[in-house]
């Protein structure tokens, strides 16, 4: 039983805790009373039709909506109500439905202010290039370097972000989003606009982030990737957790079925 | 030496063929102009960055330049004899911050050492650059150049209406600052080449200082504020704190230029105060290519000089106001850049926007 199971690891290791999330826009109930946890070390998607408010739920997680009730807590502290870049300081990255890189920056630039969190110097210790700064920066664009690798980009390290083609600038986000060195990271879409070969490779990228540690909560609309990938998943639907629990568990339950197939037979 | 420092050397280079020049053709009354051309550049600069780094605008970079200048202005003309006996005169004379010396009236007077009313000078922009820049850093686009628009409206009008500050006709009789070495910075001709020798050595230091920045950690933050600002705040930069900071940077950079100009003229008017002035200023960071230290400084040096010398006639405000809606209509993103002075290829639709109308609270934190 899902209830069980997420009763089980609220008492264990819950990097991610939502209660009762609830934000409206206008009348629109866009995330209503939603509740779930993400135990450390998962990878749980989020699925549901246009506008079920999963881009409205990563928000809220992010800080970059405030919620009007409900709570947050990320590895045990309240998060909700703090300014987003609080909240990334806290090792919560994200990426973009609407992919937005830095414009007028390089590949390797964009992924370099990922590391900001991870680096110390100010103005005046920029200005003047102190030498702590140097071997900071040093440090940072190596760093850089090796996930830009990681990400298979490095021969465009030098190359105007805004300029790549769309899948590429989504690997530039990814990067840029592990630069921050989380320990929980927001993936809203990552599939979209990608062909299958690059579908592919996500699904093994997603995979190997997890392995280094980094807990994944992702939406995807693409059924068979998150299907694939998710250890849990939930559903949401104008607003509201419709169900929630393994792909398998997910797939049977006749609400997802209804709101998935409409009244059709639901087979396959 | 890398070759990032390559481009600092050809302008120390051209700076000093340029004298050199005007020593054996004559033309050494051309060195006044590059003087206050430079001066001019050093509130620019700033700007450039504000502007072009980080994307805010402000047109009240002249009410900072004025409060820079009149600062200097006061501070060193201010006779301090009248009040020898009070304490602060008094450790001020004692620990040598002070100078004594007779006027061109052949009177005595005791004034502040131009060091002093310097750090003044910076100290009193930065904070207030701080009081003003908390309030209105929130704003965005329009609002914010009217908001710094006002700003530079109410020094100008203090300036005007303070009899201890001269009204109409500001403060004159302002003393040479004294450098190290015996030399003195002031507009008299026998001081004329190592003067300019003095400001274009400030000019340089300044961007040096400033393309250091733009290529740190502080820099990167401030760029990527400008490249999407949602995004910024989501990669963990405080990007309320980043504006405001460079606000102040530039804020103190423009009272740099204001306080060595009022040495340099012997003094300062309200007119430096003025929505001329300011528009004038972000007309030439518009030039210049917003993100473009060089492209700033070049553009500022020849509209500068054009209309120091008088190039412009009685349409030089006009000049300036023409030149900014051109670029705004023709280039946005700056002519010199237009022509290919910048080495990032971009795209046209990306251009940047250093007026983005959005002024809501949502749209500002990113959501999408
Ligand atoms: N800033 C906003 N102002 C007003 N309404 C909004 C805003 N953001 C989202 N909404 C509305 O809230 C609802 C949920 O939107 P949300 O973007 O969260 O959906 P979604 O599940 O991410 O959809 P999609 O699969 O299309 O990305 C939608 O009806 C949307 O129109
Ligand atoms: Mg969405």
Redesign the interface.
């Known amino acids: 039983m899902p209830s069980r199971f997420l009763r089980k690891s609220r008492c264990s290791v819950a990097l991610l805790e939502v209660n009762d999330l609830f934000r409206s826009f206008g009348g629109l109930r866009a995330v209503d009373q939603v509740s779930f946890t993400v135990p450390n070390g998962m990878i749980k998607g989020i699925i549901g039709p246009n506008g079920a408010g999963k881009t409205t739920l990563f928000n809220l997680i992010a800080g970059s909506l405030v919620a009007e009730s409900g709570t947050i807590f990320f590895d045990g502290r309240p998060v909700s109500g703090l300014p987003p870049h609080r909240i990334a300081a806290r090792g919560i990255a994200r990426t973009y439905q609407n992919v937005k890189i830095f414009r007028q920056m390089t590949v390797l630039e964009n992924v370099m202010v990922g590391c900001h969190q991870r680096s110390r110097g100010g103005f005046l210790a920029g200005m003047l290039r102190l030498p702590f700064t140097v071997r900071e920066e040093r440090r940072v664009r190596a760093r850089s370097l090796e996930l830009l690798e990681m990400l298979g980009l490095p021969e465009v390290a030098d190359q105007d972000a805004s300029a790549l083609a769309f899948g590429r600038q989504r690997s530039v986000e990814l990067a840029r989003a592990l630069a921050l060195e989380p320990r929980l990271i927001l993936l809203d879409e990552p599939a979209a606009g990608l062909n299958i070969r690059e579908t592919v490779q996500l699904a093994q990228t997603v995979r190997s982030i997890r392995d280094l540690g980094i807990t994944v909560l992702i939406v995807e609309h693409d059924m068979s990737l998150i299907m694939d990938i998710s250890d849990e998943i939930v559903v949401l639907d104008f607003g509201r957790k419709i169900a929630e629990g393994t792909a398998q568990q997910v797939r049977r339950d006749p609400e997802v079925i209804r709101v998935y197939l409409g009244d059709e037979d639901a087979e396959g | 030496m890398s070759r990032e420092w390559v481009p600092f050397g050809a302008l120390a280079a051209t700076v000093i063929l340029i004298q050199l020049v005007t020593m054996f053709t004559n033309t050494q009354y051309y060195l006044t102009q590059l003087i206050m051309a430079a001066l001019y550049s050093i509130v620019v600069i700033g700007l450039c960055l504000l502007m072009g780094y980080a994307g805010q605008i402000s047109l009240g970079h002249a009410g900072f330049f004025a409060i820079g200048g009149y600062t200097a202005a006061v501070g060193t003309t201010l006779n301090l004899l009248p009040h020898r006996d009070h304490v602060l005169v008094r450790m001020a004379e004692r620990a040598g911050l002070t100078i004594q010396t007779t006027n061109s009236w052949g009177v005595d007077i005791l004034y502040f050492s131009p060091w002093i009313t310097l750090l003044a000078a910076l100290l009193l922009s930065g904070v207030i650059s701080l009081l003003i820049g908390i309030p209105v850093l929130r704003l965005r686009g329009h609002y914010l150049a009217m908001a710094t628009l006002g700003f530079g409206a109410i020094i100008y009008y203090i300036l005007l209406g303070s009899r201890f500050l001269g009204e109409a006709d500001g403060i004159y009789d302002v003393p040479g600052f004294g450098l190290p070495g015996g030399f003195t910075f002031d507009g008299a001709r026998n001081n004329r080449v190592l003067s300019y020798y003095f400001v274009w050595a400030l000019v340089i230091g300044l961007m040096v200082?400033?393309h250091?920045?733009v290529n740190?950690?502080?820099?990167?933050?401030l760029?990527?504020i400008?490249?999407?600002e949602?995004?910024?705040?989501?990669?963990?930069?405080?990007?309320a704190r980043y504006k405001l900071?460079l606000f102040v940077?530039s804020a103190v950079c423009a009272a740099l230029g204001g306080v060595f100009m009022a040495h340099y003229n012997g003094g300062m008017g309200p007119t430096e105060a003025g929505t001329l002035k300011a528009v004038r200023y972000v007309a030439i960071v518009a030039v210049g290519g917003m993100?473009s230290l060089w492209g700033t400084l070049g553009a500022s040096v020849v509209l500068n000089f054009l209309s120091l010398r008088g190039y412009f006639g009685s349409l030089d405000d006009a000049v300036f106001g023409v030149v900014l809606i051109t670029v705004m209509l023709v280039a946005p993103d700056g002519i010199l850049r237009r022509l290919g002075m910048y080495t990032?290829?971009?795209?046209r639709d990306?251009a940047?926007d250093a007026f983005p109308v959005s002024a809501e609270k949502?749209v500002q934190?990113?959501?999408?």
């Open positions: 200082l400033m250091n920045l740190s950690r502080p820099g990167r933050a760029r990527a400008h490249g999407n949602p995004a910024a705040m989501a990669m963990g930069v405080d990007t900071s940077l993100a990032l290829r971009r795209n990306t940047p949502q934190r990113g959501t999408a």
